[in-house]
């Protein structure tokens, strides 16, 4: 097995960094899906004189450690969404997350964007346990009133989906996903950005801000406004570090792909743990995903998190235990996000602060609202 991220983008050029002092109307700190959006939505509204800088190269941090499973029901399920914010403000944010669901694979199809794309069904998936499959009806009840191509699944009808003992019941929810590789989609999308204008310097630091002038190694940038998109990064107390795992397998036969009845492609996520998923990747591997540990030094120094890593190994042979899943590849993630698994944005003088988004449809959609907001939009 290697310790390393999966996801590769053969040809990928990073870009040169920052040799000189500049000035710019736009300042966007953080090169991962967050910043790579805003300086997107910036440009195309007709912003000039944006510049972004990573201080690695482009979805070095948590981006491109990602799993690549964009959904409507991500960090939180419609139930939980709903008693944060109330029913209505409840309905309009799962609407705002199908609308950056939308979005991105807009951009994809209009920017086209090579990364591997495809739209996936999902299914939230709940074991034996009387009070999962209760909270399950009810998360169905209030789905299927926003989302028409949502189905309740449970013995036959389960099993024709995925050919497991583990789940019991399940909702299936018609295109509600997309797959694909968060590395090459990032890295990709930052080219389409250069073409309308952005200047994007990687392997640049910031290292300092005093007044409107940001210091980097080789350089300074005097901005008008400062868009920090940085995430776990950020020293913000809102904002938590965690970590999560993802293992990748060997590939898997046709044969075995139709055996475990995930010939049509789906994202699934476990009712118990909202960060226990798994996915086929375009070439035919399962992935799967487990665990949240909030971080500290000792935690950072391990990669992946092993506990997690035999935890997973655990899952996929109670999942599928007519099959050898050989891993192949594993690697831990460092992610922010909040109390609520909502995005912290906050605006403050010129500078606008985007971190904890968590999932890259949060992303994507909360550099569209700061960027509509910063500029004055509706």
């Known amino acids: 097995m290697k310790f390393e991220v999966f996801w590769k983008n053969p040809g990928y050029k990073v870009r040169p960094e920052l040799q000189s002092d500049i000035e710019c109307d736009y300042l966007i700190v953080g090169g991962g899906v967050t910043g790579v959006s805003a300086a997107y939505f910036l440009a195309k509204s ?23 499973t964009l959904v409507l029901r991500g960090e939180s399920d419609l139930l939980q969404i709903i008693k944060t914010y109330g029913k209505n403000k409840g309905k309009i ?10 979005g991105i694979k807009k951009v994809i199809q209009d920017e086209k964007i090579d990364c591997d794309a495809e739209p996936q069904d999902t299914l939230y998936c709940a074991f034996k346990h009387r009070s999962l499959i209760n909270y399950l ?89 400062l868009i920090m998109a940085i995430d776990a990064d950020h ?20 044969g075995e792909l139709t055996k ?20 086929v990747t375009k070439d035919r ?10 971080v500290n030094k000792k935690h950072k120094k391990k990669d992946p998190h092993f506990p997690h890593l035999k ?18 590849y594993a690697w831990s993630g460092t992610f922010g996000v909040t109390k609520n698994y909502q995005p912290f ?24 609202r700061v960027v509509s907001k910063m500029l004055g939009q509706k």
């Open 285 to 294: 591997r399962i992935l799967a995903g487990f665990g949240t540990l909030t």
């Open 235 to 254: 020293p913000a107390k809102q904002v938590k570090s965690q970590k999560s795992t993802i293992i990748v397998t060997r590939p898997l036969t046709e």
């Open 137 to 225: 009806r009810k998360e169905y009840e209030a789905e299927k009133n926003l989302e028409q191509a949502t189905k309740f699944l449970s013995g036959k009808e389960l099993k024709e989906e995925i050919n497991t003992e583990l789940f019991t019941q399940g909702i299936l929810s018609i295109n509600h996903g997309l797959s694909l590789n968060p590395l090459k989609f990032t890295q990709n999308f930052s080219k389409a950005v250069e073409k309308y204008g952005v200047k994007i310097y990687e392997n640049t630091a910031l290292l300092e801000l005093s007044g409107n002038t940001a210091r980097t190694g080789h350089g300074t940038i005097k901005y008008k406004k």
């Open 46 to 68: 007709g912003a000039k004189n944006i510049v972004l800088i990573e201080k690695l190269h482009i979805a070095s941090g948590a981006t491109g450690k990602a799993a690549g």
């Open 311 to 328: 935890n997973i190994k655990t899952f996929l042979k109670k999942l599928f235990p007519y099959l050898n899943l050989r891993a192949e």
């Open 345 to 368: 944005i906050q605006f403050k003088g010129n500078t606008v602060t985007i971190a904890g988004a968590a999932t890259q449809v949060a992303c994507f959609m909360s550099a569209k």
């Open 93 to 102: 944010y799962w609407r705002a997350i199908r609308e950056g669901l939308q």
């Open 260 to 279: 475990t009845g995930l010939v049509k492609k789906k994202i699934i996520f476990d009712a118990r743990n909202r960060y226990t998923y798994f996915k």
